[in-house]
């Protein structure tokens, strides 16, 4: 792999139209229209019009009644293509000052900023970049924006279903400009506890929801993983009890534990785990029975660390005076879906995966230039590699 741009004047054109100025207000523009998960319409039609205005067009696949993906495609069809996706949903804003766009310096503050749209307006620019640069109109490179990442991740279901096998992706997320090629996946386990309805304080037997509580607990004791990929558990709901007023021992109560895994084999593991302390707990409460249901799960991302695409990005960011730095996230993105489809997927964009889904949410406008070009530059280094391949096959 070429250790410098295979494009240096494409590079200097596409320097030049990624600026500051063009972030911010693309980005501020991004953030002040709310987006959350089921309630996308609004910035799908901004980035519509965007696309429109920088003369591309932009194909809707539909996902649902109202949402839907867009596709934008760069190049000609017949030819190997790589992908950009990212994602236009966000979580809740929780505060309604989180709702609105603000810049202080070079930092834009409000819901989204960094888990997405720093990476939608990265991913946005560089596609726009490349498509203005001389031969733009010849990189097959398509452009994917989803819906739905930040819940069930039906966008990204959708656009695997009959996606194009492509060479490469890159997946934007907060990573701090880190190559991410291997995240987390999970399981979701469901305990579901009976016990016998009786009198609070003279039980015929032991509680379900107290019973429930001690296999969490011994459940996240348990999971343990070596090396340096720590194990979250996390209990996504738990109901059970009622509030009627007489009191008695409740007859039933359920929870869901999540469990973030990296293999397939991790997830057998802790669903062997979890039976085992069903077991033991079962047995310190008489009276109550205990269930372990698996309401599904996922084996995330896992793309080789020598894959081409890790060097492409490795050789952009070096190009521009960024360290190449390789990670794994111990959570769940799309990426993983196109993993799953066979595509080489490695996650990657600006700002910081604490400040995604926290009440205060922020990127760096520099960080989201950075991005953009590091992208950019990796699509020209793969487009001009693949050229001299294809000349030298003549
Ligand atoms: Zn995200």
Redesign the pocket.
Do not use: G, R, S
């Given at each position: 792999m070429g250790k410098k741009a295979s494009h240096p004047h494409a590079m200097e054109t596409i320097a030049a139209f990624i600026t500051l100025p063009r972030i911010s207000k693309l980005l501020s523009a991004l953030v002040r229209i709310p987006s959350p998960s089921g309630e996308e319409m609004a910035a799908l039609r901004f980035i519509e019009s965007y696309l429109g205005q920088q003369g591309l067009s932009a194909r809707r696949q539909q996902v649902s009644r109202n949402r839907y993906n867009i596709l934008v495609h760069g190049g000609n069809s017949s030819q190997p293509s790589v992908l950009l996706n990212t994602?236009v949903d966000t979580v809740p804003s929780y505060t309604a000052a989180n709702s609105v766009a603000r810049r202080a310096g070079n930092t834009i503050y409000g819901r989204g900023s960094c888990?997405?749209k720093g990476s939608v307006a990265a991913m946005l620019l560089a596609f726009v970049a490349i498509h203005r640069s001389s031969d733009g109109g010849q990189v097959p490179v398509d452009l994917c924006f989803t819906v739905g990442?930040?819940n069930s991740g039906d966008g990204s279901q959708r656009f695997v279903q009959d996606c194009r096998k492509y060479v490469w992706a890159i997946v934007g997320?907060?990573t701090d400009l880190r190559i991410v090629n291997c995240h987390a996946g999970y399981v979701e386990i469901v305990l579901a506890a009976s016990s016998v309805r009786s009198h609070a304080f003279v039980p015929a037997g032991e509680q379900a929801i107290i019973a429930v509580a001690d296999l969490m607990l011994e459940i996240k004791r348990a999971s343990r993983r070596k090396g340096k990929k720590p194990v979250h558990t996390f209990v996504h709901w738990i109901e059970g009890g009622d509030r009627s007023p007489f009191w008695s021992v409740g007859s039933s109560c359920k929870a869901s534990l999540v469990v973030n895994t990296y293999s397939k084999a991790e997830i057998a593991s802790i669903i062997r785990l979890a039976r085992a302390c069903c077991a033991t707990v079962e047995r310190k409460y008489p009276g109550v029975e205990i269930e372990v249901q698996i309401d599904g799960s996922d084996e995330g991302l896992e793309t080789p660390r020598n894959s081409p695409v890790v060097d492409y990005l490795s050789s952009s960011l070096r190009a521009i005076g960024r360290d190449r730095r390789i990670a794994v996230l111990p959570s769940w993105?799309d990426g993983a879906r196109l993993c799953a489809a066979g595509i080489p997927t490695v996650v990657f964009g600006p700002g910081s995966l604490k400040d995604?889904h926290a009440v205060q949410e922020k990127v760096d406008i520099k960080d989201v230039r950075d991005a953009s070009l590091a992208i950019a530059g990796a699509i020209l280094n793969w487009h001009g590699q693949a050229g001299r391949t294809k000349r030298r096959r003549k």
């Open positions: 994602h888990d997405a990442e930040e997320e907060p993105t995604a």
